[in-house]
């Protein structure tokens, strides 16, 4: 890393700082981070956002748009909605701090930052602007308040997040909002510091219909110049009759302009009043914190301590470049540099760091506060990221990765459990399965191993073969150990991707535990990962629901779950997203489903019917199954090329639906460099065709004994689709899929295309 730093300090260094000029990227795009295009995803319910963020970092400063007007496309308050921004609303509300990206549920996005100009207004129907000229780049958002003529500006560090506003001559204001947010809690408390400080905190949670999930954000906001005025404001109850007398603000915002102590309520914030000269400049800092009012101001203070805009905006970008830089490509087209690096951008948003600048973080499940001597991570969206995240991260970026593993085992350690869905120290339960043990059993056997194996075992196991009624990964264990599969026991009940995620999780448990010695449980969990059979029925050729008699639920089609509407037995999906869903028995379900022939020809049908669904994670994996068959394999390259092309793009709505936590994105960047883990928990790849003509991944000497890993592709014509031969360190590789030690001890893979 520090390579790769000095690498590019004197670039930097020459370069314009973007935040004077508008924002606007070098059209010569000499380093990677010039590439990174924040609105890809940001609209087609891809749920990334344009804001200022750090890669891993707390904070994400990100403008909000989505409520207040009904010019906009989507809001917030309509219908179901998850993220703080949409590319083709026009309402701007203000800028919403610590945000989630690729997330499916609504949550945070919540300390919504105004500026405002002419007479005070703190409803948000009211003072909400319309906006133009958005410039996006790592680490840095700016746009232009048409109905204020007010120019903003945003960037971060890790945990603080910097605002910069060019008001025109006359009044102007500041808001902070703590009664709106994306959040579905309500709830807040202001406390004045001083005419230009405020603290606070403001509460939120309930993530995914998870109602006791709920934790408190601490801040302390700043403004760099004395106001005229400051003030509170807090919505007031409707009254009514005699009752309604007694208060003229009733149902209404009520401003209090003498009164300077705490306030607290549902809907409440904090006015700064200036009078400003044509053009002047007033900066907003603001700090946050998991733990306390205190650790907020404390990150506050170290880490913009002495800084201006210019300078937190030099030093996020700087971050940005270091970290993309760990993998440099040549060759493709500007476009597909730009979804690469893109897609490493959104690689790098979660998980986040959780723990103050003094180490201290929220314990899982827990009131108490610890301190860590590393990074404490959070956002755990592992029924995504189980299955290729991690994998590039402990490739590209394996002092993270095992940092990461490390929390997972504290988070054992304080709750009693591995994390399903873990968000800012609360368990939301969201999805299914058991999806720690793939990660972390993937990331030991690839060589990751300084944390405690004993006690990850010790946990796995104990969600793998504790009952049903006391076990929080596998609520449903009973069925699944005496019968190998989950009966349908009611009619959404999501039986079949329950199970299905078990063997996956259980297949990975399986290859541990025989690399420990414990042969029997490897043997108890090998088998238990089979137990797929059950649900293949013939007659449609298909995975289907079982009932607890063991017959096939009827009526039954495969095509139900289309468009996630229900269906029984799956999840988000259908039978035809789950069926091939089996990446640690390939061969034993093409023996079930009559051979190869006939396996092969029905995978190819689910790509030519359309019934591939390249925003659903459990069918990502598909195109690679057809490599397990020799003479098959250019059907993998052919199809990673395709959906490449068409879901992968420059636009707003470039990637396929929700990214899932860069679930969707590290899909692109690992078929984009030519191999990809198909099976979470098994340390190799499939290889398919790459789109660069040179790929060099930066190794960390600390994990791998080699420097770097270059992927060459020489093509025979420009338009070369297929796979000719592979070399690995120089000697012929005769097949398509490679280890993971071949990989980063290879030195060198070279593709020869036809």
């Not at 890790?158 to 902070?176: D, E, M, N, V």
């Not at 009752?243 to 209090?256: F, H, I, R, S, V």
């Amino acid at each position: 890393m520090k390579r790769i730093l000095l690498t590019y300090t004197l670039a930097f260094a020459l370069l314009p700082v973007y935040a004077g000029e508008g924002g606007s990227p070098p059209a010569d795009k000499s380093l990677p981070v010039d590439y990174v295009d924040p609105f890809i995803g940001t609209t087609n319910f891809g749920t990334t956002n344009p804001g200022a963020v750090c890669p891993n970092g707390m904070m994400s400063v990100v403008p909000f748009n989505v409520m207040g007007s009904s010019e906009n496309t989507y809001d917030k308050d309509a219908r179901w909605w998850s993220t703080p921004y949409e590319y083709t609303n026009c309402f701007f509300t203000g800028y919403a701090h610590v945000n989630l990206s690729g997330v499916g549920c609504p949550e945070l996005g919540s300390l919504l930052l105004m500026p405002t100009t002419g007479e005070l207004n703190v409803d948000y129907k009211e003072y909400g602007s319309k906006y133009k000229d958005e410039q996006a780049s790592p680490g840095y958002y700016s746009n232009y308040l048409t109905k204020y003529s007010v120019k903003t500006e945003v960037s971060a560090t890790p945990r603080t997040s910097i605002a910069r506003f060019t008001f025109p001559k006359g009044k102007s204001h500041i808001l902070l909002n703590l009664g709106e947010g994306l959040t579905n809690e309500s709830g807040a408390m202001l406390r004045r510091v001083s005419d230009c400080e405020v603290e606070g905190m403001k509460l939120l949670g309930t993530f995914c219909y998870n109602p006791q999930a709920v934790f408190p954000i601490y801040f302390v906001m700043r403004v760099n110049k004395v106001p005229q005025q400051t003030g509170y404001w807090k919505k007031q109850r409707p009254m009514t009759g005699v009752e309604a007398e007694w208060d003229p603000d009733n149902g209404k915002y009520k401003l209090y302009t003498k009164y300077g102590k705490e306030i607290a309520g549902d809907d409440i914030g904090a006015f700064f009043s200036f009078d400003t000269a044509e053009g002047e400049q007033i900066e907003v800092e603001l700090g946050v914190s998991f733990v306390s009012i205190e650790n907020a101001r404390l990150n506050l203070n170290k880490e913009q301590e002495g800084k201006n805009f210019e300078q937190v905006h030099a030093e996020a970008r700087e971050r940005w470049n270091d970290d993309l830089s760990r993998i440099l490509v040549e060759g493709g087209t500007q476009e597909q540099k730009t979804v690469f690096y893109t897609a490493m951008y959104h690689l790098l948003i979660h998980p986040n760091v959780l723990q103050d600048v003094n180490g201290e973080y929220p314990a899982m499940e827990s009131d108490k506060i610890l301190t860590t001597q590393g990074n404490r991570y959070t956002v755990f969206s592992l029924w995504d990221t189980y299955r290729n995240v991690h994998q590039l991260l402990t490739l590209v970026y394996p002092e993270r990765q095992i940092e990461m593993v490390r929390t997972m085992l504290d988070m054992y350690r304080e709750h009693g459990w591995l994390p399903k869905w873990e968000l800012y120290g609360r368990e939301t339960l969201t999805m299914e399965g058991d999806p720690s043990i793939p990660v972390i059993v993937d990331t030991w056997m690839k060589g990751l191993r300084d944390f405690d194996i004993n006690l990850a075992y010790e946990a796995m196991y104990k969600s793998a073969t504790l009952p049903g009624a006391e076990n929080l990964m596998r609520p449903d264990n009973d069925d699944y150990m005496s019968k190998g599969y989950v009966p349908l026991r009611e009619q959404y009940d999501n039986s079949v991707s329950h199970a299905l995620e078990y063997y996956i999780a259980d297949f990975a448990l399986s290859r541990l535990a025989d690399a420990l010695g414990k042969k029997e449980d490897a043997k108890l969990f090998y088998n238990r990962s089979l137990g797929y059979k059950h649900y293949y029925s013939k007659e449609f050729g298909t995975f289907r629901p079982i009932l607890p008699d063991g017959t096939f639920y009827s009526p039954f089609s495969p095509k139900q779950g289309e468009n996630f509407e229900p269906s029984p037995g799956f999840h988000e999906g259908n039978a035809w997203n789950y069926t091939y869903y089996v990446p640690h028995d390939v061969y034993g379900l093409a023996r079930l489903m009559g051979g190869k022939k006939s396996f092969v020809n029905k995978l190819q049908m689910i790509f030519d019917e359309g019934l591939y669904d390249p925003a659903n994670e459990p069918d990502i994996a598909y195109p690679y199954l057809f490599s397990y068959f020799k003479g098959e394999e250019w059907r993998t390259q052919k199809e990673t090329q395709r959906l490449l092309a068409k879901y992968f793009t420059t636009q707003p709505d470039g990637i396929p639906g929700n990214d899932d936590t860069g679930t969707m994105s590290t899909w692109a960047i690992f078929n984009m460099m030519g191999f990809y883990p198909d099976c979470p928990g098994l340390p190799e790849y499939t290889l398919t065709t790459p789109v660069f003509d040179k790929v060099i991944i930066r190794l960390d000497p600390k994990w791998y004994k080699e420097k770097e890993l270059v992927i060459e592709s020489t093509r025979q014509k420009p338009d070369a689709l297929y796979i000719d031969n592979v070399k690995i360190g120089g000697k012929k590789l005769n097949r398509f899929r490679i280890t993971h030690d071949e990989l980063v001890h290879g030195g060198r893979l070279e593709f020869s295309i036809r």
